[in-house]
């Protein structure tokens, strides 16, 4: 566990001026329980002998005998749950690299710094990893079995939380997607990353979808009297378009919730989609005909991106967080962002962005005229009850912040 006035941290580089360089900057904010180590043998002899483990790494990638690439392989295999920052004086697309196999390995990566390290990106890096090693926030990897799951459905232990999507041009809120929980009796708010797999692999996913689309209606109508028109999104499973009743049945739902299909907007998982698509893609069209909106969910993470778009009759594009935050400051990500934009017009596609972090993301967006916009600069997932107070504080910060009015850049 992070210590928060003295973490446990490492600094491996081979270069003797660096890793002084790095004790020095350490030194002046504080942090004195450092080891410093120019080669990942000795680096890894310290962990070894380290049983209490260590808070944070940071690793510069290119080393001879072990570079860091093969270092970080060396903290899987060592089962490391501390943090990474990697350092490099290789190019953006390097680091990408790099960053993206830490991630795939389910190392908590903090950030990544250039040759030579600026003092102050490194105080913003360790003050946000900091404070959030000093948070209450728990996160578990406890997985859930059938059974389990099936007496919180049949329990009623389910919760939709709700997370705003809003218009760049103008910051009104026009929609929600729908994220379910399970508030369960013991380990309080579980995350549907411990449960969507095994509700996949058990048969249960028709039962939980249908939970989370119930409800989900009953909310979107109660906001629709209280005056708040928004659309609300639901996420689909493959799963769920085994069948080609399962058109039928959202209808029904739709129907008997007193909504139109045009207020439901159907999320479908790029990753997700299969090689046969006969049935999956007749449901999708059956739905798309019933004039419900469909969306194709974190774009950019699949392998058949464009070959969907030509088969599926998507009128929204989700372009995934990993493509969005930060790419105001990565000449890669924003070709890349560009580029799936420019694509989204020609097919005359709504885009929303995913992960908008912070005003720079925000800013980013404007200047390009994305339509949509979602993530924690903007809210968190929330209860469907404080949705209504929450759009009233948005509209105030929309105004007091001038988050409209800035000059978009062309």
């Keep these: 566990m992070v210590d928060p006035f003295n973490p446990s941290i490492l600094v491996l580089d081979d270069d003797p001026f660096m890793l002084k360089l790095m004790e020095r900057h350490l030194a002046l904010f504080g942090l004195t329980s450092v080891v410093s180590h ?8 310290t ?16 080393m001879p005998e072990m570079d860091g690439i093969e270092f970080v392989r060396h ?3 060592r089962r490391f749950t501390g943090s990474l920052i990697l350092i490099s004086g290789e190019n953006e697309r390097m680091l990408q690299s790099a960053k993206a196999l830490v991630q795939a390995h389910h190392i908590k990566l903090l950030g990544q710094l250039h040759k030579p390290v600026d003092r102050d990106e490194l105080k913003t890096i360790l003050s946000q990893w900091q404070t959030s090693g000093t948070s209450a926030i728990h996160v578990s990897n406890k997985k859930y079995d059938a059974l389990a799951l099936s007496a919180a459905i049949l329990k009623n232990q389910l919760v939709n939380h709700y997370q705003p999507k809003v218009l760049l041009a103008t910051g009104r809120m ?3 997607e729908t994220l379910v929980r399970w508030q369960h009796p013991e380990d309080g708010m579980v995350y549907p990353d411990q449960f969507i797999e095994v509700a996949e692999s058990e048969g249960l996913i028709d039962d939980l979808t249908h939970w989370v689309l119930h409800e989900a209606l009953q909310q979107t109508r109660e906001w629709h009297l209280m005056g708040l028109p928004i659309k609300v999104a639901v996420n689909l499973s493959m799963n769920n378009l085994a069948t080609p009743a399962f058109a ?3 209808s029904q739902a739709v129907a008997s919730a007193g909504l139109k299909p045009s207020d439901i907007v159907l999320e479908i998982t790029e990753s997700q989609l299969k090689a ?7 449901i999708l069209t059956r739905l798309r005909l019933k004039r419900f909106r469909l969306s194709i969910d974190d774009f950019g993470t699949g392998y058949s991106s464009l070959v969907q778009l030509r088969d599926i009759p998507f009128e ?3 372009i995934d967080k990993s493509f969005v935050h930060g790419s105001h400051a990565n000449a890669t990500l924003e070709a ?8 989204a017009r020609q097919l005359e596609m709504d885009v929303v962005a995913e992960g908008v972090e912070d005003r720079d993301d925000w800013n980013f967006l404007r200047g390009r005229q994305c339509d949509l916009a979602q993530g924690y600069f903007i809210a968190r997932p929330m209860p469907g009850h404080q949705i209504p107070d929450w759009e009233k504080s948005w509209n105030l910060r929309i105004l007091e912040e001038s988050l409209t009015t800035k000059p978009i850049a062309r």
Aim: glycine share 8%.
């Design 75 to 77: 903290l899987v295999e």
């Design 316 to 318: 929204e594009l989700k």
């Design 38 to 45: 120019s080669s990942g043998v000795s680096a890894l002899a």
């Design 276 to 282: 046969d698509m006969r049935v999956p893609l007749e």
């Design 336 to 343: 890349i962002f560009d580029g799936n934009m420019r694509m």
């Design 47 to 62: 962990m070894d002998a380290t049983p209490q483990g260590l808070d944070l790494i940071m690793l510069d990638l290119n």
């Design 248 to 250: 039928d049945l959202v």
């Design 174 to 176: 026009v929609g929600v």
